[in-house]
C-alpha cells in the first residue's frame, strides 16, 4: 500500500508539473520547453536513454481583433497564426464551393459561413489528412487574395475539440489574416445594410524551436516497443486529459521500468505536435526513422485518458490473433475496456505503417473532446490519479509479456 501511495503522490507531482505551474504547454513557448525538459530528466532518473531532437517551429502572440460593421462592433477571435492587419472596405460573403469560385475578393474582405465553413480547414501543408474539399477553398482563397477573411463557424469537435466557435484556418503557413465568429455574431454581420466592414487583427509569428522527448531501453532483440504520448496542449489551455495523463503515464511506466530487461527495446515517445498546425514532431519521427520503421515491433498511444468517473478505453490496429488475446487480457485485467478505433491520434503514425498497434483512452473519449478538449475546462479536476497508475502498470504487463 505504501509503494502505491508513493506511485501515487508522484503521478500528482508529474501532473502539477506539467498542468498547473507550467499550464501553457503550446508547441514553441516556454511551457513547453520547461515540459519537455521536466519530461527528459525523469526518464534519465529512472536510467532511460534520453534525446530531444529539436525543429523549427512558430510561436505566437496575439492582442486583441476589432471587427466593426456599420456602427455595430462584433466578437471576433483571432485565427491562430493569423497575420496581423488593419483593413477598412466593402466584404463579399460565400457559404458553398461553387460561390467561392464565383466572387471576386481581390482587395474586399471575405466574410465565410454555411458549408464553407462546417469543418475546420486542414492546415495547406499536412500530410496526414487532407481532402481534397479543403485543398479547394484553401487554393481558391490564395488565387481570390482577399485582404482579410470572416468565418462565421459553429462546432467541430471531430477537428477543433470543444471549442465555440471554432477556427476555420490554424495555419502558419497561410498568410491571409482572418478572424472567425459565432454564429450569432455572425447574423448579424450578414443581416447588417452595411456594405463595409473595418478589421483590426494585432497578432504575432515568433521563429521558436521545439522538441520531442525520446527515452530509450535496450532489450534482448534489436526491435522494440513504441509508448507515445504527446506532451504539448492548444494555446491557453493547461491540457490536463489532452494530455497530461498521457505524459504522467509515460513517467510512470520509465519509473516502474528502471531495471528493464525485457525481450524488445522499450522507447518511451512524448510527442510534441499533436496540437500544432505542422505536426512537426511527428514529421520529424517519421524523418529520423526513415527506413526504419520495421524495427517497431508494437506501438501504444496515449490520450485523453484518465478521466473521472469513467473506465480506461483501449482499441486495437493490425493486430494478429495472438496480440489481440494479449491485450485484451491485459486491459481488462486492468478494468479497461474495449471500444470501436478511432483514428484522430498519434497512433495513427504507426497504423498507416502497418504496425500492430493500441490506442489508449478514457471510455467517454467522444464526450471529452466535444465539452473539454482544446478549453479551460480542461484541468486537473478532471483526471483519477489511480487510473493513471492502472494504466501504467497494465502497459508494463503488456510490455513483459508481448511477443
Known sequence: MMEKNLKLEQIK????????????????????????RYAADRMMAAGFTVSQPE??????????AVLR??????????????LSCEFQGVFETASTLKELQGKDFEGKAAV?????????????????YNPEEHQ????????????AIVAITTRNPEMAGAL?????????DFDIPSVYLTADEGRKLLASAASQLYLKIDSNRIPSKGSNVIGAKDGQDLKRIVI??????????????????????????????????????????????????????QMQYLALNEGKLDQIAFAVNIDGAGCVGYKTSFCCFNCEEDHLQLVQ??????KSVQIDPWYQGDHMLFVMNQIPSVAVSSENLFDISAEIAHTPKDTIKNVDMNKVLEIAETLKDLIYHIK
Open 329 to 334: 487480457q491485459v486491459f481488462e485485467e486492468g
Open 55 to 64: 525543429f523549427d517551429c512558430i510561436d505566437w502572440e496575439y492582442g486583441p
Open 164 to 172: 465555440y466557435p471554432f477556427p476555420l484556418l490554424e495555419d502558419g
Open 112 to 128: 465565410l459561413h454555411g458549408e464553407l465553413c462546417k469543418e475546420q480547414l486542414m492546415p495547406k501543408n499536412f500530410v496526414f
Open 228 to 281: 507515445c504520448a504527446h506532451i504539448d496542449t492548444k494555446k491557453g489551455t493547461t491540457g490536463a486529459l489532452d494530455n497530461g495523463t498521457g505524459v504522467a503515464v509515460l513517467l510512470a511506466l520509465a519509473d516502474m521500468l528502471k531495471d528493464y530487461r525485457g525481450k524488445y527495446g522499450v522507447e518511451l515517445l512524448a510527442f510534441n505536435g499533436e496540437d500544432y498546425y505542422a505536426a512537426s514532431g
Open 13 to 36: 507531482t508529474d501532473l502539477t508539473e506539467l498542468c498547473v505551474k507550467l499550464r501553457d504547454r503550446h508547441v514553441g513557448s516556454e511551457g513547453n520547453k520547461k515540459a519537455a
Open 69 to 82: 460593421v456599420g456602427d455595430e462592433q462584433l466578437e471576433a477571435y483571432i485565427s491562430p497564426y493569423s
Open 136 to 147: 479547394q477553398i484553401i487554393r481558391l482563397l490564395e488565387e481570390k487574395k482577399p485582404a
